[in-house]
């Protein structure tokens, strides 16, 4: 086979797949959020990872030392984990997403991503000011960091004069709870879902066959995916389980009180 | 209560969307192989899209560079997952499992080589557009292309 001949099969191969493929017309809808599975997070070059160890005990240690002395009565096993997920987009129009967020207290991670150009994110708040997100092209950067009940942070880019023009925001704290939100995603009819309405992790009948849940950012609605679960156990607050059929039962509730689910099988 | 500005940018984005939704879902398809997967990514380049429109100079041009970029993350994904699971074939957009030697032996090429493929012969572009659409340098685009072309006989002749 001549390399023009193979051209022209691959060129045919795919004008005649593509033709195969019937697109309906659908209306537009913004907040119809795509279940794609985000961009594979890749592994931390192991200085940078010592770095951000270090932020997050300092962020951590300064925290502590601001709360108060009650909180050196909490069990020596508390998660380190971060409880919350706060993404901020940087928009090319030099503004985040938002003028305000809002977050529960404790550990949170933040993401930061940008949209178009080059954009960072900080703090002003000086225990925090060492925290600095800078992400390279489309690749989000994080940074977690712990956030007292009930204070604003002022969070601005970096980039000389993006502050000036528009680019900063505040973080609300709520004054709790501080465990994260678990539960089913809400579903609408029209099988489509308002990321907003998430909660930090979703209940998932995958993993080792115990209670488990997805974070909100692995999850994913492409069945042949597995996901990586969190045991149920670890989590904060447990709010229910799993139950096999049944999806999920909330703590207290009477698993036969829940309607057993109805698979369909849809093609096309 | 949206003022008259708004109005003419959603329109604009309306029309976009009704004129390039089935071309961006076809390309997706070409590169993931489902059509399931293909439409999520479509609809992850609109809402990209949507959330910037108004500085978006080429609408149709940031679609293809997006819905190729999530496509080839999502690809290498599913390929890494996949090491642990038995696969089965999902079957064609009309509903039957078709076999297709060439269909095949795209899919048993790396996510960039087969976009290279897709972006080169059935989008047509050239080597510098295919570069713009992955963020590589055009040597790079001209060089996936090649070794695409080569692989791909390579598992035709196997």
């Known amino acids: ?268 | 209560v949206t003022d008259s500005s708004d109005r003419v940018e959603r329109s604009g984005f309306d029309a976009v969307y009704a004129s390039e939704r089935a071309r961006v879902v076809r390309t997706a398809y070409l590169v993931v192989g489902s059509y399931a997967v293909a439409e999520e990514l479509a609809q992850e380049a609109f809402v990209r899209l949507h959330a910037q429109f108004a500085s978006v100079v080429n609408p149709g041009g940031f679609l293809r560079t997006a819905v190729v970029r999530l496509a080839i993350s999502w690809r290498r994904r599913d390929a890494r997952e996949r090491r642990h699971m038995a696969t089965a074939d999902e079957p064609g957009p009309t509903g039957e499992i078709v076999i297709d030697e060439t269909w095949d032996a795209l899919a048993a090429l790396s996510p960039e080589q087969r976009a290279a493929l897709v972006l080169r012969f059935y989008e047509d572009l050239s080597h510098e557009e295919i570069a713009a659409a992955m963020g590589c340098r055009v040597a790079t685009a001209r060089t996936r292309v090649h070794r695409a072309l080569a692989d791909l006989r390579k598992e035709l002749e196997r």
């Not at chain 1, 592994?43 to 925290?63: D, H, K, T």
């Not at chain 1, 709360?67 to 508390?78: L, N, W, Y």
């Not at chain 1, 997920?85 to 967020?101: G, N, W």
């Open chain 1, 1 to 268: 086979m001549t390399m023009t001949e193979l051209e022209d099969r691959v060129g045919a191969t795919l004008r005649a797949k593509s033709d195969q493929v019937r697109v309906p017309d659908r209306e537009f809808d913004p907040d119809a959020v795509a279940l794609v599975p985000p961009a594979p997070r890749r592994r931390v070059p192991v200085l940078v990872a010592a770095v951000i160890a270090l932020l997050i005990a300092v962020a951590i240690g300064v925290a502590l030392v601001l709360v108060d002395q009650r909180e050196s009565t909490k069990p020596a096993g508390e998660p380190t984990r971060p409880v919350s997920q706060l993404r901020v987009i940087a928009l090319p129009s030099l503004s985040y997403q938002a003028k305000e967020f809002t977050t529960e207290p404790g550990l949170n991670e933040i993401e930061l991503v940008s949209a178009g150009g080059t954009h960072g994110l900080t703090f002003d708040d000086p225990a925090l000011r060492d925290v600095a997100l800078a992400p390279v092209a489309e690749k989000p950067a994080r940074a977690t960091v712990m956030l007292e009940a009930g204070r604003d942070y002022t969070i601005h880019c970096v980039i000389p004069g993006h502050r000036a023009a528009g680019m900063e925001a505040v973080i609300h704290v709520t004054d709790g709870p501080a465990g994260p939100t678990k539960g089913s995603p809400p579903t609408r009819d029209d099988g489509l879902t308002d990321i907003n309405t998430y909660p930090d992790y979703i209940e998932t009948t995958e993993g080792d066959g115990r209670p488990a849940y997805i974070k909100l950012l692995d999850y994913t609605n492409v069945p042949e995916q597995p996901s990586f679960p969190v045991y149920a156990e670890d989590l904060v607050t447990v709010v229910g389980h799993v139950v096999a059929g049944r999806g999920f039962v909330a703590l207290g509730q009477d698993t036969r009180s829940v309607p057993e689910i109805v698979t369909t099988t849809t093609t096309g």
